[in-house]
């Protein structure tokens, strides 16, 4: 576990390039529109963001620092953890204090959107926390295959689903009903474990993909 946790350590510290970016449009984004996305919601650009650096930099460094593979990848997931809690920590805040001083505007926070603060505020943060878990680990895991023939086929599998199901009805309402499951769900005990699950899923599969990753 020491291991782990300096890989963690190490990890958060190399990132710093997220932070200061998602800091940056978090306090730049301005709207003078009647209707306003909360800047809150730009925190989410650190989940984005995040798996791109530990996946095409961390990874190299810190194999080559003696790092195993498996403890890189436990590293990962507790960093994602962590990121996913100080995420919604910042957004609810904002959310609570800040969207409400708004003037003359309404201000549309995701976690509203998504209808996970009818649950109330801490379960809504919670609710968010597992699905920016599930949005860093799906991202990690799909870029940790771009090396490989699999993952351009993951990638043409995906782009070939959104653009044959989107335009058909009944795929379409099959599509829809995923994201309702996964992002559009009023359900608390439902949607944390769905989120939970997928996340453990697609962290097998990680782990199988990067037993065949190579420097």
């Given at each position: 576990?020491?291991?782990?946790?300096?890989?963690?350590k190490?990890l958060?510290?190399?990132?710093?390039?997220?932070?200061?970016?998602?800091?940056?449009?978090?306090?730049?984004?301005?709207?003078?529109?009647?209707?306003?996305?909360?800047?809150g919601?730009?925190?989410?650009?650190?989940?984005?963001?995040?798996p791109?650096?530990?996946?095409?930099?961390?990874?190299?460094?810190?194999?080559?620092?003696?790092?195993?593979?498996?403890?890189?990848f436990?590293?990962?997931l507790?960093?994602?953890?962590?990121?996913a809690?100080?995420?919604?920590?910042?957004?609810?805040?904002?959310?609570?204090?800040?969207?409400?001083?708004?003037?003359?505007?309404?201000?549309?926070?995701?976690?509203?959107?998504?209808?996970?603060?009818?649950?109330?505020?801490?379960?809504?943060g919670?609710?968010?926390?597992?699905?920016?878990?599930l949005v860093?680990?799906?991202?990690?895991?799909?870029?940790?295959?771009?090396?490989?023939?699999?993952?351009?086929?993951?990638?043409?599998?995906?782009?070939?689903?959104?653009?044959?199901?989107?335009?058909?009805?009944?795929?379409?309402?099959?599509?829809?009903?995923?994201?309702?499951?996964?992002?559009?769900?009023?359900?608390?005990?439902?949607?944390?474990?769905?989120?939970?699950?997928?996340s453990a899923?697609?962290?097998?599969?990680?782990?199988v993909?990067?037993?065949?990753?190579?420097?």
């Amino acid at each position: 576990m020491t291991a782990i946790f300096a890989i963690v350590k190490r990890l958060l510290a190399s990132n710093k390039i997220s932070f200061i970016l998602t800091a940056l449009v978090v306090l730049c984004a301005t709207s003078s529109g009647d209707v306003v996305l909360s800047n809150g919601n730009y925190t989410w650009l650190l989940a984005v963001l995040t798996p791109f650096f530990f996946v095409f930099y961390d990874f190299t460094k810190l194999i080559h620092l003696g790092a195993s593979k498996k403890d890189y990848f436990f590293g990962c997931l507790i960093s994602y953890g962590f990121l996913a809690l100080c995420i919604s920590l910042v957004n609810m805040v904002i959310h609570l204090l800040i969207d409400p001083i708004y003037p003359a505007q309404t201000v549309i926070n995701l976690m509203d959107v998504c209808k996970w603060t009818e649950n109330g505020i801490i379960v809504a943060g919670l609710q968010q926390m597992c699905f920016l878990v599930l949005v860093m680990v799906f991202l990690h895991v799909l870029l940790s295959m771009q090396a490989h023939w699999y993952g351009w086929l993951t990638d043409a599998v995906l782009v070939a689903i959104i653009c044959i199901f989107t335009p058909i009805a009944p795929l379409r309402a099959i599509l829809a009903g995923f994201f309702q499951i996964i992002m559009f769900n009023t359900n608390a005990l439902l949607h944390i474990c769905v989120c939970l699950l997928l996340s453990a899923a697609l962290s097998l599969g990680g782990l199988v993909v990067l037993k065949g990753k190579t420097l």
